[in-house]
């Protein structure tokens, strides 16, 4: 399993607005994509990120050629919400725990 975080700047006033366009368009897309594993949304002030848990690195390599991924990518960066830096760092995942009751009284 590859974990790939991606990170970026944003106005620290927009960020509600950062936060609904992710609910309403990343998430759907995250768990539309071949290989995706999950998703899980994170940040705090004029930073967010994005931790995505995908089945291998094939999978992440096929999200760049991916038509809904740049078209997300497109209309978020299209809102001027967004602001650099922006980057991405992918991690072979070793180990870890996340208890599913958690995660779903959580993210509900």
């Known amino acids: 399993m590859i974990a790939r975080l991606w990170q970026t700047g944003i106005d620290p006033a927009r960020g509600a607005e950062y936060d609904a366009f992710a609910g309403a368009h990343s998430r ?3 768990a539309a994509l071949p290989g995706c594993l999950g998703a899980f949304f ?3 002030g004029e930073v967010r990120s994005v931790l995505s848990l995908w089945a291998d690195r094939a999978s992440i390599e096929a999200l760049e050629s991916s038509v809904l991924y740049r078209e ?3 209309r978020f960066q299209a809102t001027g ?4 830096p922006q980057t991405v760092e992918l991690f072979e995942v070793t180990g870890g725990t996340v208890s599913a009751l958690a995660l779903a009284a959580e993210l509900s």
């Open 28 to 30: 759907p897309m995250f």
């Open 42 to 44: 994170l940040g705090t």
């Open 72 to 74: 997300t990518v497109a």
């Open 81 to 84: 919400v967004l602001r650099e």
